[in-house]
């Protein structure tokens, strides 16, 4: 029970026995006292408390006085001054006591940026392009809840007090302090790649009500899977450092699809891909592409692939039959 409910119980008890003529002589002395000094001091109030009075005030509307009236006895003035003063000690606890909204901090990045963000804390983010991340200002004690959208690495300081979780729409990870990727674009599978230390995945979706949403730990060079919201949770063996080379402007393709590489590229250089065939979208590659420019980058593609390009502005025309 916290304060403020057990000071309202003692109350009433008190109140209660007083009226039921059931309290000590001295107890019932103290009530009537208290009573008397309610009726004739005026409170002194510090600047801070006056505006609390008034809330309070403000929250007790005066009812129409009959014009039948008839003196009270003593007894439910008592009672009455009890109940006021116990309504305006509760009202003011829990207007001093509740705590503040948390002041949220929102950050977005475009096709073709990227943004590194300190948390007060410490911890480091490091957002991709086309992501937006969500967290408070001010870390409330007990956990550090952050909201993500696209792709984010993050180094978490670690604090065993407060739990570092990171919301995502299909999935939910908690730590205490490491170092993880996180992929979750909308309409792409949600990937979860950690470097160091150990995480706690969680599935937040499910494909129907009755479906066990799976969760597992993680530890360095794993990474949990999650397809689509009908699918289930899958673990795999990886190597972590070429899920977070995009901090370096690097990319390793083992196997990756053109189409899958396309969308990273959007991403990264704000340009949009035209594929004048579809199957090229299919095409494989494999091997480590280090920081260069988008011209150059395709040049290397229409080699390796053989096929052909054009850039106009902020589209890319990709051209071909075969890889």
Same mark, same amino acid.
């Given at each position: 029970?916290?304060?403020?409910?057990?000071?309202?119980?003692?109350?009433?008890?008190?109140?209660?026995?007083?009226?039921?003529?059931?309290?000590?002589?001295?107890?019932?002395?103290?009530?009537?006292?208290?009573?008397?000094?309610?009726?004739?001091?005026?409170?002194?109030?510090?600047?801070?408390?006056?505006?609390?009075?008034?809330?309070?005030?403000?929250?007790?509307?005066?009812?129409?006085?009959?014009?039948?009236?008839?003196?009270?006895?003593?007894?439910?003035?008592?009672?009455?001054?009890?109940?006021?003063?116990?309504?305006?000690?509760?009202?003011?606890?829990?207007?001093?006591?509740?705590?503040?909204?948390?002041?949220?901090?929102?950050?977005?990045?475009?096709?073709?940026?990227?943004?590194?963000?300190?948390?007060?804390?410490?911890?480091?983010?490091?957002?991709?392009?086309?992501?937006?991340?969500?967290?408070?200002?001010?870390?409330?004690?007990?956990?550090?809840?952050?909201?993500?959208?696209?792709?984010?690495?993050?180094?978490?300081?670690?604090?065993?007090?407060?739990?570092?979780?990171?919301?995502?729409?299909?999935?939910?990870?908690?730590?205490?302090?490491?170092?993880?990727?996180?992929?979750?674009?909308?309409?792409?599978?949600?990937?979860?790649?950690?470097?160091? /230390?150990? #995480?706690?995945? $969680?599935?937040?979706? *499910?494909?129907?009500?009755?479906?066990?949403?799976?969760?597992? !730990?993680? =530890?360095?060079?794993?990474?949990?899977?999650?397809?689509?919201?009908?699918?289930?949770?899958?673990?795999?063996?990886?190597?972590?450092?070429?899920?977070?080379?995009?901090?370096?402007?690097?990319?390793?393709?083992?196997?990756?699809?053109?189409?899958?590489?396309?969308?990273?590229?959007?991403?990264?250089?704000?340009?949009?891909?035209?594929?004048?065939?579809?199957?090229?979208?299919?095409?494989?590659?494999? /091997?480590? #592409?280090?920081? $260069?420019?988008?011209? *150059?980058?395709?040049?290397?593609?229409?080699?390796?692939?053989? !096929?052909? =390009?054009?850039?106009?502005?902020?589209?890319?025309?990709?051209?071909?039959?075969?890889?």
């Amino acid at each position: 029970m916290n304060r403020a409910s057990t000071m309202k119980s003692k109350e009433q008890q008190l109140l209660e026995n007083y009226l039921k003529g059931t309290l000590p002589e001295n107890r019932k002395k103290l009530v009537e006292e208290f009573y008397e000094m309610e009726s004739q001091r005026t409170t002194q109030w510090d600047t801070h408390l006056m505006g609390k009075k008034e809330e309070v005030k403000n929250r007790i509307k005066p009812r129409p006085i009959s014009s039948k009236t008839t003196r009270r006895l003593p007894l439910v003035n008592i009672a009455a001054s009890l109940l006021l003063a116990l309504a305006v000690s509760y009202i003011l606890y829990a207007s001093l006591h509740k705590s503040p909204a948390l002041e949220m901090v929102e950050k977005t990045t475009s096709f073709g940026q990227t943004s590194t963000i300190q948390l007060e804390d410490g911890s480091i983010i490091w957002l991709n392009a086309g992501s937006t991340v969500s967290y408070p200002k001010h870390f409330p004690s007990g956990s550090r809840q952050v909201t993500l959208l696209g792709e984010a690495f993050f180094e978490v300081q670690p604090d065993a007090s407060r739990p570092f979780v990171v919301s995502t729409p299909m999935m939910t990870t908690t730590v205490l302090g490491t170092s993880f990727n996180i992929a979750a674009y909308h309409r792409d599978p949600t990937a979860i790649t950690v470097s160091t /230390g150990k #995480v706690l995945v $969680q599935q937040t979706t *499910a494909a129907s009500s009755s479906q066990t949403k799976k969760e597992m !730990i993680l =530890y360095p060079n794993e990474q949990a899977i999650l397809e689509d919201s009908d699918s289930p949770m899958a673990k795999a063996s990886v190597n972590a450092e070429r899920y977070s080379s995009w901090r370096n402007e690097e990319y390793f393709l083992d196997q990756m699809t053109m189409g899958t590489l396309a969308g990273t590229l959007e991403r990264r250089f704000g340009v949009r891909f035209i594929f004048h065939d579809e199957q090229l979208k299919n095409c494989q590659l494999s /091997g480590r #592409v280090k920081k $260069q420019s988008l011209s *150059a980058l395709m040049e290397l593609l229409a080699t390796t692939l053989a !096929i052909e =390009y054009k850039i106009e502005g902020k589209k890319v025309h990709l051209y071909g039959h075969n890889c």
